[in-house]
C-alpha cells in the first residue's frame, strides 16, 4: 500500500466527506433545469423558486458555479448548536448529532458560508460541540473493555478519530484477558 | 416625518414634571434635582434657561396661573414664583413633613389645590392663602388633583385607586360621587408605577373626562351620570398608559406609553399619528401648548422633548377652538372626504356619541364655526392610498358617506410600503424588485429567482421626483419589467416599459397620462416565452407574441395596451379599482362596484376580462369573510386565479373558463396548517401551485416582509377537510384536489380533452383511487368502494378493483364491479365521454347573441328551415356509395339533389358551394385553353375534388 503508516488503519477525513456528499440537502436554484438522472438516482426539475432536495455534492458544485443557494438544515444554525452545546457540557452522555454533521457542516461552511446565518458563530460553536465531544470520548475511552466499546450518538467522524487507537487497544485488552484466562487455567 | 423633535436632557433622572404658562409663551419644568427650569418656548432646545434653585428636595408637580407659577417638590412646602421668573414669591401651603405630589391652579387661576401624602386635599387662594378649604375623605395619599372646566368641580385620584369628584361650588365640599376600579391602585410611592400619571382630563366642554385605565386603555366617562362612555384602545398599545394630555381645543388627545407617544382624535377614537418613543423610560407628563401646535414630555430619565407640529398642516388645528364640542346638529350632517384606509376620517357611531353629549353640556357652541368641516376636507388627511378621492376632488362633489367599514386602497400584489428606507415594489415567483432610499437618489434592484433565462440588474435613479417613488409601482411578469410612476407638479404619470429580451432600448416604451391622473395598479401577461430570452439566436421569443399590458388608472378605467405599447382599448371600470393579476390568456381585476357594507365586508368583485375579444368571462364577489381583507391576488403556475385574505384563507376559481359558471373552491386554510398550532405567524403569499404555497413566513403582528429578504417557504396545499380521523383522509384529499387541477387543465384544452400528461395523472389518480377502493374493502365498506370504482378512469384500473375485492372475498362487490366494467365497455360512457357530452351541451347554452334585424330591413335570402325529414346525411363517406346497405340514404340523396335543382334561388349552404366549385373547374378549364393556346406543353391539371363531384353529379344528377 502506498498510504503512510498512519493513515492506513482508518478512512481519512476527506474520504469521509466524499461520503457524506450523497446526503440530500435542500437548495434555492437560480436555473432551470429538467429532471436529471444520475448514478444515484434521478434529481430535480428544479424550478425557481421553489426549493429542491439534492445530493450535498451537486449543491456544493451548483453552488461554486452560483448556481443555487444551499439552505442549511435544520440542525445548521446557531440556536440549534448552542442549545446542544449547552446539553453537550452538562450531561455526561452524548447529545444528538446527525450521524455525519461534521463533514456536511464542514461542506456548507466551505461552499456557502453566505446562505448560513451567522457562519462565523455557527463555525465556532461546531468547535467548541466537538472539543466538548472529544473530551468525553476520551473519557469513554477509559472504559473499554476487551469485547465492548458503548458510547452511544458518537458520530461518524469521531468514530473514525478513535478506530485506529481503539482497534489497538482492544486487541491488546483480548490478548491480555486471554494470557489472564489461560494463566488461570494453567495455574490449578 | 414632517414634524420634527428636539429634546434637552434637563434634569437628572428621576420625577420629573411639566407644565405650559397659562400663554403658551413659556413652559416649566421641575425634576428630581430640585431645579425647575424656565424655558422660553420661542427659542430653540439648546438655550439656557433660567432657573429656580430654592427647593431643597426634588420637585414633584409645577403649575401655572396667570400672575404667579407655583411648584411643589418633595420638602412638603408649596412655592409660588412671579410669572415668568425664578424669583420667589412666598409660600403657599406647607405639609406636615410629606412630599407635596401634585398642584391644580383652577381655571380663574385664584385657587390651587394641593395633594400631598396626606389624606387631606387642600384649596388654597393664591392671593390670600389663609383662605383654605380641606376636602378630608381620602384613605389613601392623592396623587393627582385636576379642576373642572368650570372651576366648581375638583376630581382627585387617589393612591387606593379611586377617583373622587368633589363639589367645591356650595359653602360646604362634598364628594359628588367616588369611581373605584377605574385607575390602578398604587400604594408604594417609590416604585415606578407611582410615576405614571393618573389625573383625570377633563374635556374643555366639561361633559366627560378621560382617564388612563389599568388595562391599558383611556376610559372616558361622562358627567352627570358619571357612564362609561367606549373607551380608546388600540391593538398597539400593549403597556400601560404613563401620561395623558389634551388639546385646547378637546379635538386631539395624547396619551404616552412605553413604545410611543400617540395622538388620538377625540371623536373617532383612533390613533391619528404616533412618535416612538425612548425606549426604557417612562414619560410622567405629557402637555400640549395652550398657544402653539406643540406637543411636550418629559421623562423618568430627566429628557424633556418638544415635538413641534404633532398636528400636520390640514388637519383640524389642535389651539383654535372649533367643532369638536360643536353640539348643533353637527353630528348628523357630519360630511367626511372619501373614506380611506389608515385614516380616521370617517364617522363612526361612538363619535356621534361623545358629540352628543358635549350637546347636552356645552350652551355656547356658537362661538364654534362649522369651519373646521371644511377644513377637514383639506388633503391634510389624505394619504398615499387616497388616490381615488383625489379626482371626485376635481368635481367638487363632496362624498358623503356613513360607513363605518373602511374601504381597503388598491395595492399591487407583492409590493410593501416603505419602512426604514426601503421597501418591495415587486415580489413574486418570477423575481423581486428592491428599492433602497438613499435620500438624493433611490436604487432599484431587479433580481429574478431564475438567473438562468434572465439577468438581473439594478440602477439609480436621480429623478428629480424621489419621493415620487413611494408609490411607484412596479410589475414583474414573464416578459419585461414595468414600472409606473404617479404625477409630480409638472411630472405626468406614466408607464415604462421594459423588455427583458433586448437589451438596446428599442423594446422599451413609454405611455403618458393626462395631467393628475394615476396609475393605480399594472399587470401584464402573455404567452410564456418558450425559449430563453437572454438565447441571442432566436430573436428573445418576439414572434411568440410581446403578450399585454393592463393599465388601471384613476380615471376608472382599465386601459388594455398591446406588448409593444400600443393602445388596444379602455374599459370603464365599475366602482374603485382595487388590485389585479394577469394571466396568459385573461386579467383577473378585483374591484368594489359598491360601497363597503356597515357590518364590515369589503364588497369586492372579482372580473376576469380576456385578452383577446374583452369579453368578461366571470363576475364573481370575493369570498372574503366580514371584517377581513383582501391580501394577494395571484395567479397559479397551472393558470387559475386565486386569493388570498387576511382572515388566512386560499381560495381558486374553479371553472373558470365556462363563461359565468366559476365558483371559489378554498383550497388552503392557513389557520388548519400544522406550523401554524401555536405559533403567532402569517403568511406573506408569493405564488401558489397545486402541491405548494410558497410564501414569506411573517412572525407576530409583522405585516410585511422585511430586509434581508427572507427566504421563500413552501406550505403544502391541502383543502381544508374537515374529516380528518381516518387514515385515507390525506389520499381523499390529495385525489379531490387533482380531480379539481385535472378539471381545470382540461377546460383549457381543445375538443380532444385529453393529452399523454393528463392520461399519466389520471392513471395516477386512479392509483390512490385503487388505494382507497383497498382500505374500503378492507373495512367492509362496499357502498364506498362502489362509489370510488364509479370514479376510476380507466378499463384496466375497474379490472384491478375486480381483483382487489375477489381478494378480499368480498364475492358480491366484484359482481357489482364487473357489472360497471361491462356497463362502461357497452355504453362506452367513459369519463371523458362524459366530459364532451356536457361540453357540447355548454356550447349551446352559451352561444353569443347576435344583434337583432330590422324588421324589412332584412335582404338577406330567407333562412334555411331544418326540417329533419328532409335533411341530408352529412358528409356521407363515399366508400359506402355502391354498397346495399345504404341504399335508401343514397335514394333519399338523389331525391334531395333533384329537389335543389328544381329551386331559385338556390339555398345557401352546401348548395351554393357547389356553383362556387362549378365555376372554379370552369376558370380552371379556360385558364388551360389559354395555355394551350400560348403553346406550351399541355398538363393536366390537378383538380381532384371538382372532379369527385362532377362524377357525382354525372352520377346522380338526371334521375
Known sequence: ?188 | MASKTLTNSAHEPGYTCITFSRDGKLSYTGGSDSLVRIWNMDKDQYQEPEVAYEADEGITTVASSNDYWLSGSHDSEVRSYVHGKPDLHGLISKAAGVSIRDLAVDPAGKRVAIATDETTVKVVDIKEITNVISLAGHRKCVRKVTWHPSGNLLTTSSADGTVSVWDISGPEPRVEKTIDGVIPAVSDPESTDFMHDCSVVWHPSGGHFYVSSRTHDIVVISRPNWDRLPSFSDSSITSAITALALSVNGLYLASACKEEIAIWSTQTKRILWRHAGTPNAIITQLAFSPSQNLLAWTDNEGILTWWREPVPAGSPDPIKQSGAANPQGGSTKHKVPATSWGTDDDVNISSVDSKGIAAGENGDGNEYGDDWIIDDLGDGMEDEAEGNGKTEGENKFVKEMVSITKAQPAFQPGSTPMQNKRCYLAYNTVGVIEVADQDTHHIVTVDFHDRSARKGYHFTDHFKYDVAYLGMLFFLCERGALFACPPEQEHPAQVLYKPYGTWSSQGDWEYVLPPNHRVLGLAAGGERPTKSLRDPSSSGGDIQGLGNVVVATSAGDLTFLSGSGMERIVLGLEGEFVSMAAAEEYVLVVHRPGATTIDGSQGLTATLISFEEFEVLQEKPLPIPKGHVLKWIGITDEGVPAIYDSSGHMHIMINFRRPNRASWARILDANTLERKQNRDESYWPVGLSKDILMCIILKGRQEHPGFPRPLIQELPVRMPFRNKNSADASIEESVARERVFIDLARDGLEDELTNSELDKREIELDKSLIRLIQSACKTDKAPRAIELTKRLHFAHSISAASQLAGFYRLLGLQEKIDAIKRWREEQEVTPLETVRERRRELEQEDRYMKAPKKPFQDFEPPRKIDRPALARPAAVVEHTEFTASNATARAVRTRVEAEEHSWTPPPEGKRKRDAEDEAGVKDLEREHHKRCAVGEASTPIPSPKSEVFLEMRRLCGPN
Not at chain 1, 447529545?95 to 448560513?116: C, G, N, W, Y
Not at chain 1, 473514525?160 to 494453567?186: D, K, Y
Open chain 1, 1 to 188: 500500500m502506498a498510504l503512510p503508516q498512519p493513515l492506513r488503519t482508518s478512512v481519512s477525513p476527506q474520504e469521509l466527506e466524499l461520503i457524506a456528499s450523497e446526503q440530500l440537502v435542500e437548495i434555492l436554484p437560480l436555473i432551470t433545469m429538467e429532471k436529471t438522472a444520475f448514478i444515484s438516482g434521478a434529481y430535480g426539475p428544479l424550478r425557481p423558486p421553489a426549493k429542491c432536495r439534492i445530493p450535498l455534492w451537486m449543491a456544493v458544485n451548483l453552488k461554486v458555479k452560483k448556481k443555487c443557494h444551499i439552505i442549511p438544515p435544520d440542525w445548521l444554525n446557531v440556536e440549534f448548536l448552542q442549545e446542544r452545546l449547552s446539553r453537550e457540557t452538562s450531561y455526561p452522555e452524548f447529545s444528538q448529532m446527525p450521524f455525519r454533521f461534521a463533514e456536511i457542516a464542514k461542506a456548507i461552511l466551505d461552499a456557502a458560508p453566505d446562505d448560513v446565518q451567522n457562519a462565523e458563530k455557527v463555525r465556532s460553536l461546531l468547535k467548541d460541540l466537538r472539543e466538548a465531544r472529544q473530551a468525553k470520548s476520551r473519557e469513554g475511552l477509559a472504559k473499554l473493555d476487551h469485547s465492548e466499546l458503548s458510547l452511544p450518538n458518537l458520530c461518524s467522524m469521531e468514530i473514525n478519530e478513535l478506530r485506529p487507537f481503539f482497534i489497538h487497544a482492544m486487541g491488546v485488552l483480548t490478548q491480555l484477558s486471554r494470557e489472564e484466562q489461560n494463566g488461570a487455567a494453567e495455574e490449578p
